[in-house]
């Protein structure tokens, strides 16, 4: 029936070559899904860019790719038309049109969202989902899962995007991140300095620390300021004062977040309104 069979791996569809193209067929029948107008591969490059000197592909890195694309992942395979590549997704239907130079790598290890894969299109980044849908455009030089966000990188800046594509918090700052998918703020930074900030990209409080972490659901947040630490909550309220040598989270069994703080060479312990716990 067919030339050739493509290896797969726990997958509905594979490809097959006949009369000289490829094509996805399904596994369970072995219909075809789509026609077979796409590149032969050989050794994974299309014969008209093997052996050519000015081709980048290498092959250690698209034998890689395509199998990956091809087995392990379910739900998109990269092919070749008339020499220039494009995606296709399970149903044979096309994603990204097939323009490119090189293929496009479908990142899923990086992406810890179910359902959806950070797409390499040519050096430049986007998300789509499992369905086919592109979520954000790949125009960025990285894109990372930042706690059901993407944190979106270009030309050395970032921003945030929720996980429908919407930009919540602009391409402008030298690092932003989000710690907790329940409450409205980030970590952003610039110049140096660390502040929080909202989903509408509004400031919560000042770039004015020198460092900013929080605790696991992103409620506090232990600050810097000159050398001193302090606590601030996620609205911006100062919990701490910035005078402490050092400050740590702590919880209880009843996940009560606590402050264990160092101060003047003794240890003591507030709770999370501020209140001293130890006398």
Known sequence: MYDEIYNYTESNFTIAYKNGKAGLIDTNTGKPITEFVYDIMENNLPRCVKGYKDNKMFEDELDFFFAMHAGI???????????????????????????????????????????????????????????????????????????????????????????????????????????????????????????????????????????????NDGEFYIGIIDDKYGVINYEGKTILDFKYDYISFCTNENKKAAFMVNYKNKKELFDENGKKLWK
């Open 73 to 215: 992942n379910k739900d998109y395979c990269t092919m070749s038309k008339n020499y220039k590549w494009g995606l296709l997704n399970k149903k044979g239907e096309v994603v990204f049109d097939f323009k490119y130079k090189y293929p496009i790598k479908l990142l899923g290890i990086l992406c810890r969202i179910s359902g959806y894969y950070i797409a390499n299109v040519e050096g430049l980044e986007g998300v789509i989902d499992k369905n086919s849908n592109i979520i954000l455009e790949p125009i960025y030089d990285h894109i990372m899962e930042s706690e059901n966000y993407w944190s979106c990188e270009k030309d050395n800046l970032f921003g945030l995007a929720d996980i429908n594509g919407k930009m919540v918090a602009d391409i402008k700052y030298d690092s932003v991140v989000a710690v907790s998918s329940t409450r409205p703020c980030f970590i952003a930074e610039k110049d140096f300095k660390y502040g929080l900030i909202t989903l509408n990209d509004e400031i919560i409080s000042d770039f004015v620390y020198e460092n900013l972490s929080s605790n």
